[in-house]
C-alpha cells in the first residue's frame, strides 16, 4: 500500500511539471476514443485484471464514459506457500474466488489539454455504477492416505502437508454464486501519446467496491462486503 502511495506522488509531480509546456501549443481535437488496459492494485496480484472504456465527447472539456473492469480480487491476508511435497504453490487458508465484473458511468473532465506531439493530457475521472461478484470455490490438489491425490475446495480439514498445490485453471467457476453489489472510482487519467490517433498513458485512483453481503474468501479470516482498493492502470487505445 505504501509503496503505491510513494508511485502516485511521483507520477503527479513530474507529469505536473511537463504539463506546462504543453499547454503553450494549440491542442487538438477529437470526439471519441476506445481504451483498453492492464490494472495493479491493492485488492488484486501481479496483474489484478483488465480495464476497457468508451468515451465521447459532450463539450470541449467533458467526456461521457462507458465502462467495464474485469478484476480478481484477494482478501487483505491472502499469502502463497509452496507445498512441502511439490514446492507448487497454493493460497493458505483460501476457499474462495472473488471475480468482479464492475460496470461504469461516468465522466472524465478534461482539466489539461495535450499538444499535438507533445506534453500530457491530463483528466480527472468519476465513474460509479453496478457490480456483479462471481464467488468462485478455490480449489487444491492434495494427497490421501495412499498414493493417490484429490482435488476439491480447500477446507480447514485439508492438512497444509498433504496439500500439492492448486487445482487446475478455472476448476470450481461452474459452482460460482453471485454476489450484487455496487462500486464508486475516483482517479486522474494521464494520456501521453505522440500520435493524435492513438492513445497511450496511465491512471491513478482510488476504487470502493462494495456487495450486499459478507463474502467468504477464508473461512478463518474476517469476511468483508467492501474491498476499497488504490489502483494504476496502464491503457492503449485509438480515438477520433
Known amino acids: 500500500m505504501r509503496g503505491l502511495k510513494h508511485i502516485i506522488f511521483l507520477i503527479l509531480l513530474i507529469s505536473m511539471s511537463v504539463t506546462g509546456y504543453g499547454q503553450t501549443q494549440d491542442s487538438y481535437e477529437y470526439q471519441s476514443e476506445f481504451t483498453w488496459g492492464i490494472s495493479k492494485n491493492t485488492s488484486g496480484g501481479l496483474i489484478g485484471g483488465f480495464v476497457f472504456k468508451k468515451a465521447r465527447k459532450l463539450n470541449d472539456r467533458v467526456l461521457e464514459t462507458f465502462g467495464l473492469e474485469i478484476m480478481n480480487v484477494k482478501h487483505p491476508q491472502e499469502v502463497r506457500r509452496s507445498s512441502n511435497i511439490t514446492g507448487n504453490f497454493y493460497i493458505f487458508g483460501k476457499n474462495n474466488y472473488l471475480y468482479a ?55 480447514l480439514a485439508i492438512p497444509p502437508d498433504q496439500i500439492w498445490g492448486t487445482g487446475r485453471l478455472f476448476e470450481g467457476v461452474g459452482q460460482s454464486e453471485v454476489a450484487l453489489g455496487g462500486n464508486l472510482k ?8 505522440a500520435i493524435k490517433s492513438s492513445v497511450v498513458g496511465f491512471e491513478v485512483g482510488f476504487l470502493l467496491d462494495a456487495y450486499a453481503k459478507q463474502i467468504e474468501l477464508m473461512p478463518s479470516a474476517k469476511k468483508y462486503a467492501a474491498y476499497p482498493t488504490l489502483f494504476i492502470t496502464l491503457f492503449y487505445g485509438s480515438r477520433k
Open 186 to 193: 475516483a482517479a486522474l487519467n494521464f494520456e501521453t501519446g
Open 101 to 155: 465484473f464492475r460496470f461504469q458511468y461516468g465522466r472524465d473532465l478534461i482539466l489539461y489539454k495535450k499538444a499535438p506531439h507533445q506534453g500530457v493530457e491530463i483528466k480527472a475521472v468519476f465513474a460509479a455504477g453496478p457490480s456483479l461478484g462471481l464467488v468462485a470455490p478455490y480449489y487444491v490438489e492434495y494427497s490421501d492416505t495412499g498414493f493417490l491425490t484429490l482435488r476439491d475446495q480447500y477446507s
